[in-house]
């Protein structure tokens, strides 16, 4: 009787935590983002869309109106590791004139019921406010923000966030993207400006810039780091360092994509093509996809204009990267994750407003285009409760 009883509370309690964690994604949609020759009517509301995984295909649960920036590095979702609320930031608006301006605004989603998710708080912060990133612990919350090259610190209590100062980078720096890492004692800070990733040391609730600064290239952009905290994986938009007194190239420069290692700085950087907007790690640490526009959302007149964009999957092994599959993809494409099973990547293409579908055997990549999941505006940061 015993062990049939320990059988039955096993199993509720696998239940109940399949149930916590339904394995969601929530992506940031922006209704605002014109192409040459569209009409300001097309306009659409910007808002937030909660994404079941554990389906297949996978599919829209609920939506919620919210500012969102699909300008930007793709980092501008955060969802708690419990997945009960995610924060969403939005780097541009619309002005009483209907022209797009500099913003700063922070959104917290309340995710308590995945199909109705509400809008329980708004904050204004610096202008220029992009990557976004929450503590394992969910007390501690970072938002980088280009205009004052600062990173907004506010603590996290019942879904809602407290100011508690901010941490004042170097002139120029202009950050794209801040990531605590997995131990919740640093976080990582993208200083596109200064093409460095920066150190922050965090002590309970105060944050302060630390002495580690780590060169990755031109332009870097968003950054990822491994489940076990060791290493650090960013693109880099206009590719490598360059020597100094080496004059700039003309035309697209090829991006690259740095791993690095965060005890030694050692840094390992590939050329993976025009313009990579993004990396994705897989839950495990095991993959890393790359996307690439690819000169996909240039006008077809402009010099290294493509129509596609390109996905990439790279076999990660510390600082080593080995490429395991690429493909073309839809044009302008921004944010991707993994499901935890490594089954599926979600890529989002601005262009057409989806969210493409690609599955993934370990070896390749093939897309399933029945599983696109579409949007009447452009989808342009996604994250899950893992991802990052």
Not at 157 to 179: F, I, N
């Amino acid at each position: 009787m015993k062990t049939a009883i320990r059988i039955i509370t096993a199993a509720v309690l696998l239940s109940t935590a399949s149930a916590a964690y339904a394995e969601i994604a929530v992506s940031a949609n922006d209704g605002k983002q014109l192409r040459p020759g569209e009409a300001p009517s097309t306009r659409t509301a910007d808002h937030v869309s909660v994404l079941d995984l554990s389906a297949s295909p996978p599919k829209v649960l609920g939506s919620v109106a919210a500012p969102a920036s699909m300008i930007g590095a793709p980092a501008a979702v955060a969802v708690a590791r419990n997945e009960s609320f995610a924060l969403v930031t939005a780097i541009q608006r619309l002005n009483a004139a209907g022209e797009l301006e500099p913003a700063g605004v922070v959104s917290v989603i309340d995710l308590a019921s995945k199909s109705a998710p509400k809008v329980v708080q708004t904050l204004q912060v610096s202008d220029g406010a992009g990557g976004v990133t929450i503590n394992r612990a969910g007390t501690l919350a970072l938002v980088s923000s280009n205009s004052d090259d600062t990173v907004a610190v506010f603590t996290v209590a019942g879904k809602r966030l407290t100011p508690v100062g901010k941490v004042q980078l170097p002139e120029k720096s202009r950050p794209t993207d801040v990531l605590f890492a997995p131990d919740g004692k640093s976080a990582i800070v993208v200083a596109q400006g200064a093409g460095k990733l920066l150190r922050l040391d965090v002590a309970g609730s105060r944050v302060t810039l630390g002495s580690q600064q780590v060169e990755t290239g031109v332009q870097p952009y968003g950054v990822m780091i491994s489940p076990d905290g060791k290493f650090a994986y960013n693109t880099n938009l206009g590719g490598a360092v360059r020597p100094a007194g080496a004059a700039a190239t003309p035309g697209p420069r090829v991006g690259t994509v740095s791993a690095v290692d965060l005890a030694t700085g050692a840094v390992n950087s590939i050329e993976v093509g025009a313009t990579p907007e993004h990396v994705a790690l897989s839950r495990d640490g095991k993959y890393l996809a790359v996307v690439v526009a690819n000169g996909s959302a240039a006008q077809p007149s402009a010099p290294g204009y493509n129509p596609y964009g390109l996905l990439q999957v790279y076999g990660v092994n510390g600082t080593s990267l080995t490429r395991i599959a690429e493909v073309h993809s839809g044009a302008w494409c921004q944010g991707a994750v993994f499901t935890v099973d490594n089954r599926n990547l979600l890529l989002q293409c601005a262009m057409t407003k989806d969210i493409e579908v690609y599955r993934f055997d370990g070896k390749s990549l093939t897309q399933d285009k029945a599983a696109t999941l579409k949007f009447d505006a452009r989808p342009g940061s996604i994250n899950t409760a893992f991802s990052r």
